[in-house]
């Protein structure tokens, strides 16, 4: 006998899950946890623990993100993070085909006899979703309208039929999985970003059920201030009062957000200036982290944001020092603690 005997001995999957992918999540010690944000977590506890998943839909800055982690850390199971991106496909949340694995044995003691083995196994790359599913995990799907409707219709039969089906690309079990009871799925969304012209998306929204948030109260906004910076709360107290008077200038009142108020109080720490009219740093820091925010606020074709600005930083601060020679300005039970 001469040539090539090829064998193909087997045909089989091998899933490839990702094990470092998952993160336990637990609450930093600069969390800040009013009771505003005390009552979003309950909410979202009680749907969760009955066996629903939530989705937090607001604007962009209004603590979406954190929510979600927070609410996931008091389920207490392994999370996978995912983010929405128009690129995705439903293959990268559920998994791939990433091809054939081979091996060859050629036997070649006997020259007349060439006997070639080789083994087929088509490799399955679990994606995140898959792994989400099977162990049980919280899956946090950050921005999830991002991604194109029909990468999202995987999540349809998984909310509904606790099912996960897989391609025909999987060549060993059924196709189809079975979701682990602990599953759940928290989404995060902002509406402005939903022209809700996407049918799927909304059969989506019809399976979760969703918590609007709106802006932090003003006690919340200082107190996260604070805690991510490090400034006084007197200083968290004038930025955030800015940031909030600005947000009532212009047509979208969602900005400037919380995330501007953290960078000004950061630089303002870092650079050892103080929230007054009269501090130089305050003053080009606020123009330059505040200005973008309004520029579409225009008088006779010119912008009119840095006058803006200008304007409420003067009346902000001249309010806190009128305040505080009054006892005002401050949350309630914060006075003393300047
Ligand atoms: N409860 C909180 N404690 C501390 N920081 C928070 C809290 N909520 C929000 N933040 C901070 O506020 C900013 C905006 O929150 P984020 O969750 O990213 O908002 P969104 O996802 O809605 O855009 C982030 O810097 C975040 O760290
Ligand atoms: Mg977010």
């Not at 600005?246 to 050892?272: E, M």
Request: glycine residues 8%; proline residues 4%.
């Amino acid at each position: 006998m001469s040539g090539t005997e090829l064998k193909i001995a087997s045909i089989e999957t091998e899933v490839i899950t990702p094990s470092d992918d998952n993160i336990v999540p637990e609450p930093g010690d600069r969390f800040v946890c009013t009771p505003h944000v005390e009552e979003l977590t309950t909410r979202a506890m009680a749907y969760l623990e009955v066996g629903y998943s939530v989705h937090f839909s607001g604007a962009a800055g209004t603590g979406k993100t954190t929510l979600a982690f927070h609410a996931a850390a008091r389920l207490g199971r392994p999370v996978i993070l995912v983010h929405g991106d128009d690129d995705f496909g439903s293959s990268d949340l559920i998994g791939r085909d990433a091809g054939y694995k081979k091996s060859r044995l050629v036997d070649n003691f006997i020259h007349s006899v060439v006997k070639t083995e080789e083994e087929m196994r088509s490799l399955w790359v679990d994606n995140r979703l898959t792994t989400a599913c099977r162990d049980g995990y919280t899956l946090i799907y950050d921005e999830f309208t991002r991604s194109r409707p029909e990468a999202n219709n995987v999540l349809l039969s998984i909310l509904e039929e606790k099912i996960l089906n897989l391609p025909s690309l999987r060549r060993t079990g059924e196709g189809y999985l079975e979701v682990h009871p602990s599953f759940r799925a928290i989404f995060t969304s902002n509406p402005e970003e939903y022209a809700g012209v996407h049918k799927t998306q909304d059969a989506l929204m019809d399976r979760i059920i969703t918590i609007n948030v709106d802006h932090y109260d003003r006690g919340t906004e200082i107190e996260i201030t604070r805690a991510k910076s490090g400034v006084s709360r007197r200083d968290a107290t004038v930025i955030v009062d800015i940031v909030r008077e600005l947000r009532l200038v212009g047509v979208n009142n969602h900005r400037p957000t919380i995330r501007a108020a953290i960078a000004i109080a950061r630089v303002l720490a870092h650079s050892g200036a103080r929230a007054e009219e009269n501090d130089k740093i305050f003053q080009w820091l606020c123009r330059d982290v505040l200005s973008a925010d309004t520029a579409k606020v225009t008088r006779g074709g010119h912008p009119l944001m840095d006058k803006k600005v200008g304007e409420v930083i003067r009346k902000v601060c001249n309010n806190n020092t009128v305040g505080r020679k009054a006892g005002k300005g401050l949350p309630p039970d914060k006075e003393g603690a300047l």
